[in-house]
């Protein structure tokens, strides 16, 4: 069987970020899909056999240093799967240390050094974003709420996850960063429920074909999160995308 | 401790007469509304009277403050304290801001600046009491917990405790603490020195019932040994140990959160008090206690059809409480509806909580309903239907048939509470 990997869902659930691991685990077996829901907990070694998928959620800033330690031992198998093809969704503070690094303050010493597997680095915003986040990316229109007090540099537009369309995101421009597999956002919570077609294209990307979002279940639960993202949109005075 | 001459305190007379005439201005625009504007108004035209009344009760002024069981707590505390004889002032918990505390000020205030009372107990959000703690001498801070909470307003724990830092350090003889929140520990290591601090606790024991702890962000690797200790809580009923005296108390509700709200009171009353503390008095103060706002409340209201209906309200405001709350119910409720509206901003806020003990929902309402929905279904709790409009809702809830087991539940979170309130004609 599979393994959906939630990380430390102790320290990586202040959002419920780590819930989306549980989303692609339920979508999986609505669809047939026989998987395993586990959690990484510190301490833990990576598992010999690559994951079906990975979901790194935020931390508070205060841990930032302690899970940066908790994250070290699994760098290079993290890198690894990213590069064989392992669809990972990385959120927050989780995002950031798997960036080039955090800019803490203005001080050169005030970095915290990241695991590289996204290019760029985060860096402080004049103010803190709080509040409702809408992005284009390549799969659709996506929404959820952000909630950060540092943005990101993306070395160049095609590395970005997507554009903003409200909200800040990186910089009020790009939002995220995506290589390869791996997606790195600031939309915290449930993003993958919300935004179904996220989740679909990577359980399709671990899955392949074996997946299909046409269940009972995934059906029911899409006309929620229609229903969800279209109240914001509204609300926004936004289109649907 | 010298009382304002008349003639000092008489130069809010004209404030306190203008925010009177607001209120009745507010009160005819909209009819129970507009509590907050004569406090605004005051504010605005005497930003010195809310300190200057606050400083005028012979006994003193007691805050109680941390992330949640604030309003419990001050409920029960006055309660303690009235059934002592001493006359209390206290804030209704949905005023628990400085124009709304300057409004209910207003109600009662002479206009040399006094209130009749001994002394003032005071429920303030972090946020907002750290804001005007500078301008306060409070006798007692009460210091409840700190919880992953409020996201919106304060994001991490840290800048909580450093709200309530600010508070704490504005005791001039006691600070009543969490003993297992290990947060609030280290805040009151750091106290000026000369400040008391007495705590409140759970024992071990009582911790291991808990699948998932008290709710704290940190909870501390031992449990208070010197102070007021839940020794064990089951149902509607704990026992409390205060100042070596073992109480078996009634709570307002079932649920460890009431336990330990009664603990804290406990202290906080005997702290108060001293000597004239009646422990067996304070017991049977508690087991009066109507329930705080609709947690745990249970009421008649009309049905749809005219008739009679039993139903259980349950506010959930964070996180925790949504967890404590669902870990209450009974095993295979038959009846709850769930609603969510448009106090809570971000809902992935709560999709930590473990909501399976739920199983179904008949209906999941309140204008944030389909991203409740979505939290419920993925962890598998199933779902009848969802209806956003909480008047709907109520009534199609109500007309089900008389439920299997337990009693119709409805979990709900603020705005959701004031809207079936409203509809229910319930007094809020």
Do not use: C
């Not at chain 2, 006798?139 to 919106?152: A, K, S």
């Not at chain 2, 600070?175 to 606790?201: I, K, Q």
């Not at chain 2, 001293?274 to 609709?294: C, K, S, Y």
């Amino acid at each position: 069987m599979r393994a959906i990997l939630q990380f430390f869902p102790q320290r990586l659930d202040v959002n419920g970020d780590a819930q989306n691991a549980l989303v692609l685990a339920q979508r999986a077996r609505w669809a047939g899909i026989d998987v395993d829901l586990v959690a990484v907990l510190p301490g833990d070694r990576p598992p010999a056999e690559a994951p079906a998928a990975i979901v790194i959620g935020s931390s508070v800033d205060s841990e930032l240093p302690a899970l940066r330690a908790e994250l070290v031992g699994f760098a290079t198998a993290l890198s690894d799967w990213v590069a064989a093809g392992v669809p990972l969704l990385a959120v927050g503070t989780g995002f950031e240390l798997l960036s080039h690094g955090i800019q803490l303050g203005t001080a050169a010493a005030d970095f915290i050094e990241g695991f590289g597997v996204f290019p760029g680095r985060a860096q402080p915003l004049p103010a803190r974003a709080s509040g409702e986040l809408v992005a284009d990316v390549r799969e659709g229109r996506i929404v959820g709420f952000e909630n950060h007090a540092r943005g990101f540099v993306v070395p160049d537009d095609a590395s970005a996850f997507g554009a903003v369309v409200r909200g800040t995101g990186n910089d009020s421009r790009s939002e995220g960063s995506r290589t390869g597999s791996a997606i790195g956002t600031h939309l915290h919570g449930p993003v993958l429920a919300k935004n179904p077609v996220l989740a679909d294209a990577m359980l399709t990307a671990a899955f392949g074909d074996r997946y299909g979002a046409d269940s009972h279940e995934a059906t029911r639960v899409d006309s929620f999160a229609a229903a969800a993202r279209g109240a914001i949109l509204a609300q926004l005075d936004l289109p649907i995308g | 401790m010298t009382r304002a001459g008349g003639g000092v305190a008489l130069r809010y007379a004209p404030a306190i007469l203008l925010g009177r005439a607001a209120r009745v201005a507010a009160r005819l625009r909209k009819p129970g509304g507009g509590s907050a504007v004569p406090g605004l108004v005051v504010n605005r035209i005497a930003p010195g009277f809310l300190p200057s009344v606050l400083r005028g009760f012979r006994d003193g002024l007691v805050v109680v403050t941390g992330s949640s069981g604030k309003s419990t707590t001050t409920k029960m505390l006055v309660a303690l304290l009235e059934a002592h004889g001493r006359r209390v002032f206290t804030n209704p918990s949905t005023a628990n801001i400085s124009q709304g505390l300057s409004s209910a000020l207003l109600e009662r205030v002479r206009l040399n600046g006094t209130i009749d009372a001994d002394l003032a107990v005071l429920e303030m959000d972090e946020g907002h009491g750290a804001l005007i703690a500078p301008r306060l001498s409070p006798r007692l801070v009460v210091l409840t917990n700190v919880m992953t909470d409020q996201i919106d307003r304060f994001f991490d724990s840290e800048r909580v405790v450093a709200l309530l830092r600010k508070i704490a350090d504005r005791a001039t003889e006691a600070v009543v603490s969490n003993g297992d929140d290990a947060m609030l520990e280290e805040l009151v290591a750091e106290l000026p020195a000369g400040v008391r601090v007495e705590r409140f606790g759970v024992s071990a024991g009582v911790l291991a019932e808990q699948p998932r702890g008290l709710g704290s962000t940190r909870t501390s690797a031992s449990r208070v040994s010197h102070g007021t200790r839940v020794e064990a809580a089951r149902g509607r009923t704990a026992t409390i140990e205060v100042g070596g005296t073992a109480l078996t108390v009634t709570l307002p509700a079932r649920g460890v959160h009431y336990a330990v709200d009664a603990a804290a009171a406990m202290a906080a009353a005997r702290e108060l008090l001293g000597e004239a503390f009646d422990p067996e008095l304070a017991a049977e103060t508690i087991a009066t206690l109507a329930p705080v706002f609709a947690r745990g409340e249970i009421t008649t209201v009309r049905g749809a059809q005219g008739g009679a209906v039993e139903v259980e309200f349950v506010l959930v405001q964070n996180p925790a409480s949504f967890q404590l709350n669902v870990d209450a119910l009974d095993a295979g409720i038959d009846q709850v509806l769930v609603a969510m509206g448009s106090d809570v901003r971000d809902p992935g806020y709560f999709w930590p909580v473990d909501v399976r003990r739920i199983g179904r929902a008949r209906i999941v309402s309140g204008s944030k309903a389909s991203e409740l929905a979505l939290l419920l279904a993925y962890q598998g709790v199933e779902i009848d239907a969802l209806e956003p409009d909480i008047p709907t809702a109520i009534d199609a809830f109500l007309a089900l048939p008389e439920p299997a087991s337990g009693l119709k539940t409805i979990i709900f979170t603020a705005d959701p509470m004031r809207r079936t309130r409203a509809h229910l004609g319930l007094r809020s």
